[in-house]
């Protein structure tokens, strides 16, 4: 039998994720050391309440609400309270006296990150967080280890379970997006405030996070366009299957250039219509996928759980193994890698396509009006599709629907080509407009 040497691991919250990661360092203990070349010692659990009710039954002796002598006797903290503070105060002690640490805290990376990667590198330490960005996927070490090497182009992720789960449910069973929710809530998907799932802030933390990776560039929160789903309608799900498509809330990571053609990046998120054909529109549920375009490897589509306590605690167990095996080896930790430092560029430099759908006056002219609109802000149509027209009797002259599909053009053309045509005389009113990717 081989004899490891222990390193001790504090553990910073006992919610889903937090106690199935305790549950499974104890049940897997021996299997444990033998990947990491360590034995991984879990020597307490710091919570809030010792006595609450948890999802899995745990040794009461690990429980303290002290987390900051727990921190201090730790190799390696994991960090499960998620939100700014204190798990923000208590990483900061964890890196400083030396250990290393590992998060799954999308919204605390996203909106401090830097500080955080900077007290790492200070005392060569190291910052893991496998488990902050789509649950249990592995996408965060892919994106700063196995691709190290390519040039990353887009990345394309479904992030975020809760909405994909509400726009699958919207366009397989026809269901309202209120209901959809309430479904979501009940099966424990969505946040505790569903505001920062449907609204995008949840995907726009994770977009923050992978564009800050992807491309060796710091992305701050701020800078990441966001839109959520609650202006998505069945009508516009409905269409969009017609015309197959399905919708889907996106984060989108792009290096692109700027109108000087300088090198910079970009990060959204929103709705937008995505080819039947594509690997993501496969993704049902509240399944999570990350799609990456990178220039030597080439597609690549990484898919799974988004959530769920069990499996995001096999991210974070992930992330131990490679924690305790470095203490094992020794040597500085992983720095962040930001020498990149592009320009973060504004929505409006992003190229995207657009489907424009409009109320019109069904009379002679009308399309050529509605042509030379785009065509005067240089977006060029790629295909239009007509309904007949519906006879409005004595309340007014017939109207027609009219679907029109662009070219990639810049968002900002885009957005004063839609602009412009809510302000024509011959539109009646412009009833959707939704962005397409990855046609
Ligand atoms: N509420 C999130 C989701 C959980 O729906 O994906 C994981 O961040």
Do not use: W
């Not at 929160?221 to 799900?237: M, N, Y």
């Not at 592009?342 to 190229?351: D, E, I, K, T, Y």
């Amino acid at each position: 039998m081989i004899e490891y040497r222990n390193v001790r691991v504090a553990l910073l919250g006992a919610g889903s994720v937090g106690s199935q990661v305790a549950r499974l360092l104890l049940e897997q203990a021996a299997e444990l050391a033998g990947r990491a070349g360590a034995g991984l010692e879990l020597v307490g659990i710091a919570v809030r309440d010792v006595d609450a009710e948890r999802d899995v039954d745990l040794p009461k002796e690990l429980f303290t609400t002290d987390a900051e002598s727990l921190i201090l006797g730790a190799d390696i903290v994991v960090e499960l309270i998620g939100g700014i503070e204190p798990a923000k105060t208590l990483i900061l002690q964890a890196l400083s006296s030396g250990a290393d640490v590992i998060t799954g805290n999308k919204a605390l990376l996203a909106s401090h990150g830097p500080e955080l990667f900077e007290a790492a590198e200070q005392v060569g330490a190291q910052l893991y967080y496998e488990a902050a960005v789509a649950g249990a996927i592995p996408i965060i070490r892919p994106l700063r280890e196995s691709l190290a090497g390519d040039t990353i182009v887009r990345v394309m992720g479904i992030v975020n379970g809760t909405t994909n789960f509400i726009l699958d449910r919207m366009d397989t069973l026809g269901e309202s997006l209120d209901d959809a929710l309430a479904i979501a809530t009940d099966l424990g998907y969505a946040e505790a405030d569903p505001t920062a799932d449907i609204e995008g802030y949840d995907a726009a933390q994770k977009a923050a996070i992978l564009a800050s990776l992807a491309f060796h560039t710091s992305v701050p929160l701020v800078a990441v366009h966001r839109e959520g789903i609650t202006g998505v309608s069945h009508e516009q799900v409905e269409a969009a299957r017609k015309a197959g498509y399905v919708v889907k809330l996106l984060a989108i990571c792009e290096r692109i250039s700027d109108d000087d053609g300088k090198l910079g990046v970009a990060a959204r998120v929103h709705p937008a219509l995505v080819p039947l054909g594509h690997p993501l529109a496969a993704v049902h549920g509240a399944k999570n996928a990350v799609f990456v375009e990178a220039e030597a490897a080439g597609d690549l589509m990484f898919y799974g759980a988004g959530a769920g306590g069990v499996e995001t605690a096999s991210a974070v167990l992930g992330d131990l193994v490679s924690a305790a095996r470095r203490h094992v080896i020794g040597g500085p930790g992983l720095a962040e890698s930001n020498h990149a430092d592009l320009r973060v560029l504004p929505l409006g430099s992003v190229s995207t396509s657009y489907q424009i759908t409009l109320d019109v006056a069904d009379q002679p002219g009308v399309l050529a009006t509605v042509a030379g609109i785009l065509a005067q802000h240089g977006v060029s149509v790629e295909t239009v599709q007509q309904t007949a027209g519906v006879t409005r009797g004595d309340e007014g002259p017939a109207t027609a629907t009219l679907i029109i599909g662009t070219h990639r053009a810049r968002e900002s053309s885009l957005a004063a080509t839609v602009d412009a045509l809510t302000n024509a005389a011959v539109v009646n009113s412009v009833t959707s407009v939704l962005r397409i990717e990855g046609a």
